[in-house]
């Protein structure tokens, strides 16, 4: 029996055929046992939501990049404005300072960019740094780089509390305040996810905070309103919760 491969060199990719024998004689064709082809399980790449992902040299890139792939997005990374195109959705992660993350963004010309694509209607999300930047200012390092404004609100550091060490590096729960969010569709109360932050943004308007989380204070670890997402937690980091969460963007992206 040979095999017709689509794609990929991988045994899930390949569609056995009758031989050429077989083909050309219909009686024998009749009487012969024949393996129907069969597809691979992957959604063709056609049919996947394509996800704009923000290069700017933000040092998670990779990771994010391969968890958006497993939870069923094509991705196209992007390095100008002009690439994102008619992406189904977009992505800002960020580690670092919050300066740094704006300055890069503002360099490649991607800091309005994406706020425009947030006016599209299209599904946003930002993870970390990539979360803080959607405020108006951060308190780090006596910051004097504006954020995009879209929350009202600064990014400030944690108190000092006894026991507990700065930055917040780690594991630590959710309090689902909007259990309708459905970026947290599936996910239960008192989920663990993924922490390394030393800041996190006080919102001004409570009503689009979607989770929180204690540590030392509660503060808002996501955030929700309309089309955008934000996360302080690293979804790309936190396993089998993380990738729930990726799998919940990937699907809005597909009825935007």
Aim: hydrophobic share 40%; charged share 15%; net charge neutral.
């Amino acid at each position: 029996m040979k095999l017709q491969c689509i794609g990929h060199a991988f045994a899930e990719n390949c569609i056995p055929i009758a031989d050429r024998a077989a083909q050309a004689s219909p009686a024998r064709l009749a009487t012969s046992s024949v393996i129907l082809p069969f597809l691979p399980t992957a959604t063709p790449a056609i049919l996947q939501p394509m996800i704009a992902l923000l290069d700017y040299g933000s040092g998670n890139l990779r990771s994010v990049h391969k968890a958006l792939l497993k939870a069923g997005a094509t991705v196209r990374l992007v390095q100008r404005p002009e690439e994102i195109g008619d992406a189904s959705g977009l992505v800002l992660p960020g580690v670092g300072a919050f300066d740094d993350c704006i300055h890069a963004l503002r360099q490649q010309e991607l800091l309005e960019a994406a706020r425009a694509f947030t006016q599209s209607g299209r599904p946003f999300l930002g993870i970390c740094v990539g979360y803080q930047a959607l405020f108006e200012r951060s308190e780090e390092f006596n910051s004097c780089a504006a954020g995009l404004g879209l929350f009202g609100g600064s990014v400030v550091r944690f108190p000092e509390s006894a026991g507990l060490k700065i930055p917040q590096i780690g594991w630590n729960q959710l309090a689902l305040t909007r259990p309708d969010c459905p970026l947290f569709k599936g996910v239960a109360e008192g989920s663990y996810v993924y922490f390394v932050h030393s800041f996190y943004p006080r919102p001004v308007d409570p009503s689009i905070v979607a989770t929180t989380t204690d540590y030392g204070v509660t503060f808002a670890s996501s955030v929700w309103r309309n089309n955008v997402f934000a996360t302080q937690f690293h979804p790309e980091k936190s396993q089998r919760v993380g990738l729930q969460i990726l799998q919940n963007f990937v699907s809005l992206t597909k009825t935007s």
